[in-house]
């Protein structure tokens, strides 16, 4: 994704944001201009929409207002210097790509080890954050908030994000098949079980992120949420915040 912008405090704000996804000299899918707007225009109060008009998808918040042109791959955002509007409209674009190619963006952790990589989701408190904090030194934190999550031939890949949680630290810009997915609760000890494939799908389905009201969109993820189900093992997963939860994970 490119993003353009005569603006050099939001270059700098983008550089520090996004510094290891950065990538000149790839040749960028869609491209944004943005035009950056006084703190005044803004609307603190504003709910943010997400609607189909002529052919493109509008986005809004009090902070961002953002065109995207499907048929184009091009689009234009008005925003506040802030790294939030950015950020947002970045989330949002990308569950709209995602979902037309059978993957989704998922309110998850994820890192890779032995070259696998595991997804960690659960509700605000579950623990995401927390147990990426506990991995070894031989496990890659993919992300500790939102995992990219995109089909493939054999399964499933989870991609790094710069989307950050708690931990405040962008994850790492590689890959790796899914090995396996957990859903999250605290115990007194690290034990997991398989979790039933409708109740992976209801789960995947509360921590999706989507933010349009598009009936065929949301048919698709539903159809992604129950082929992920099929293909990627799932627990849940009963832990204490301690490195030994490791052991149990793989």
């Not at 809004?60 to 234009?76: S, V």
């Not at 925003?79 to 409209?89: E, G, K, R």
């Not at 998922?106 to 990426?132: E, Q």
Request: hydrophobic share 45%.
């Amino acid at each position: 994704m490119a993003l353009q912008t005569d603006s050099s405090a939001l270059v700098e704000l983008l550089e520090h944001r996004f510094g290891k996804f950065l990538s000149p000299s790839a040749t960028a899918a869609l491209q944004f201009d943005i035009t950056v707007v006084p703190d005044a225009v803004a609307d603190p109060d504003a709910d943010l929409t997400v609607t189909m008009h002529d052919g493109s998808w509008v986005m809004q918040r009090g902070d961002f207002r953002a065109e995207w042109n499907i048929a184009a791959r091009r689009g234009r955002i008005r925003q506040t210097l802030n790294p939030y509007a950015i950020d947002s409209v970045l989330r949002i674009v990308h569950t709209l790509v995602l979902s037309m190619e059978g993957g989704f963006l998922l309110h998850a952790s994820s890192a890779v080890r032995d070259g696998r990589a595991y997804v960690f989701m659960g509700p605000s408190g579950a623990g995401k954050s927390t147990i990426v904090g506990l991995a070894p030194d031989d496990v890659t934190v993919l992300t500790d908030e939102i995992s990219y999550l995109r089909p493939s031939a054999d399964g499933y890949v989870a991609f790094g994000t710069p989307f950050a949680g708690e931990r405040g630290e962008a994850g790492e810009p590689m890959s790796a098949p899914v090995a396996a997915l957990f859903q999250l609760g605290r115990g007194a000890d690290n034990r997991h079980e398989p979790l039933d494939p409708a109740d992976a799908v209801r789960t995947l389905m509360r921590n999706i992120l989507f933010f349009a009201h598009d009936r065929r969109l949301v048919s698709r993820i539903l159809d992604a949420a129950c082929d992920f189900a099929s293909r990627v093992p799932a627990y849940a997963l009963l832990f204490s915040p301690d490195r030994r939860v490791w052991n149990t994970v793989g």
